[in-house]
């Protein structure tokens, strides 16, 4: 599909609101975003019949509004569309989508549960989870990279992290698979009233289920993160049944595809970039922490969150006003050229690299983040310094997604002496 050629840099806006946007080669949106950061200010996207939203596209932007939690509000959702007002009533709200004291208070009883013994052993079992992935490929050696490896990493950890027993699993897997395929995904009118009742009733599984281990583990609790949760006292407060599954349901939708997708594009990024495998071979402990954040940059697995503007504020020359709707375009500000030279180069030495691929800052900043890098460099580290290497083989299939840069699969291939 080709956009009509007057709409680019004369209405940019609206190109982001075309329904094929998203199915456009990734350099195409890339500057589509580059002639939005150009505007004088924010720049309005329509949406259908609504007033739309304001693309917040500048790395300065994104961190302002991120950081203003009392005027760019997530409540009543981050996502596009919000979240309906049964489906909160129904699953519970989610964290990323609370504001204030909820907020507050949920994000510290999810704090206080990740204790420094906690924290360790996830670390250790990383790096044991990474080294039994890498032997059962070398072993089996299949050719599609997602399932094999990317999605087997964050899925397993968190899995034991939480102490969800073995044989929830497999089970698990497939409902994260269905509760996120479709979000953000440009769809027929008869895909769109099927897949929400499918996703739908695949979290509802999912926080049964959780649900059940964690009336179990207020019984008899273990060293677990479920057991640290529902049997916590913070203020007198621990998580209950429902809070417990949006937790349970947001960790594994964001904490399990964004990693897999920065994992995934990861592998693509240093199979074109062949001088800059090289360099993090020369010395992986030196160039790895800049490596994996470079991914995380240049990938972007979040692509933009939405916020509700609380009171009036003027940003860039423009005055928001209460209701009005913003979008936080992370894949943007991650691009910004007034923050990184040659934004988009794929460069392991990149420093400095504030890049916003876990937020902006503020109360919201992604409490998965460190866990997510020492995920990313653990693989890596597996991954490219056995005797057989790997590559990817094509490009990545892309989802399409508004939401997130979401791989569906990319084939690989062993490198052979």
């Known amino acids: 599909m080709t956009l009509p050629a007057q709409r680019h840099g004369t209405d940019p806006g609206r190109e982001l609101a075309e329904p094929g946007f998203w199915q456009q080669p990734t350099a195409h949106r890339l500057a ?64 990323v989508n609370l504001d204030g004291p909820d907020h507050a208070q949920l ?26 992935i890498v032997d059962d490929v070398l072993n089996e050696q299949p050719d599609e990279f997602v399932s094999a490896v990317a999605s087997r990493l964050p899925l397993e950890v968190i899995c034991n992290m939480m102490g969800i027993p073995e044989h929830y699993r497999a089970e698990i897997a497939d409902r994260v698979n269905h509760a996120s395929e479709n979000i953000g995904v440009e769809r027929g009118l008869a895909s769109r009233l099927r897949m929400p009742g499918r ?30 949760l529902v049997c916590a006292n913070v203020d007198g407060q621990a998580l209950g049944a429902r809070q417990l599954g949006a937790f349970f349901s947001l960790l594994m939708v964001a904490g399990v595809e964004t990693t ?74 991650n691009r910004d050229e007034a923050v990184f030279p040659d934004p988009d180069a794929f460069v392991i030495t990149r420093s400095p690299n504030p890049h916003l691929g876990f937020g902006g800052g503020g109360p919201h900043f992604c409490l998965g983040a460190h866990l997510a890098r020492v995920e990313m460099k653990a693989l890596f580290r597996e991954l490219l310094t056995r005797p057989v290497g790997l590559r990817a083989v094509g490009l990545p ?6 939401f997130d840069n979401r791989v569906r699969s990319l084939k690989f291939a062993f490198e052979r002496p």
């Open 260 to 333: 897999r997708n920065a994992i995934t594009h990861g592998l693509t990024l240093l199979t074109d970039h062949a001088d800059q495998r090289d360099l993090l071979l020369s010395d992986f402990e030196k160039y790895a922490d800049g490596t994996v954040d470079e991914m995380i940059r240049h990938s972007t697995p979040i692509i933009q969150f939405r916020r509700t503007v609380a009171a009036e504020h003027t940003m860039d020359g423009h005055v928001f006003r209460p209701g009005d709707k913003v979008v936080l375009y992370y894949a943007s500000a």
């Open 397 to 402: 299939d892309l989802a399409g997604s508004n």
């Open 32 to 95: 589509a975003f580059a002639r939005l950061r150009a505007a004088d200010g924010p720049v309005l996207v329509p949406e259908g019949s609504g007033p739309g939203h304001w693309a917040l596209v500048r790395h300065a932007q994104v961190q302002e509004a991120s950081r203003l939690p009392k005027v760019f509000a997530s409540a009543p959702g981050v996502t596009t569309p919000e979240p309906a007002r049964w489906v909160r009533a129904l699953f519970g709200d989610s964290m």
């Open 199 to 228: 996703g739908l009733r695949a979290l509802a599984r999912m926080q049964r289920m959780v649900a059940g281990i964690g009336r179990e583990r207020r019984k008899n609790p273990t060293d677990d993160l479920i057991s640290a």
């Open 107 to 132: 994000r510290k009883i999810v704090q206080r549960a990740f204790t420094p013994r906690l924290l360790a052993a996830a670390e250790e079992d990383i790096h044991a989870v990474a080294a039994r």
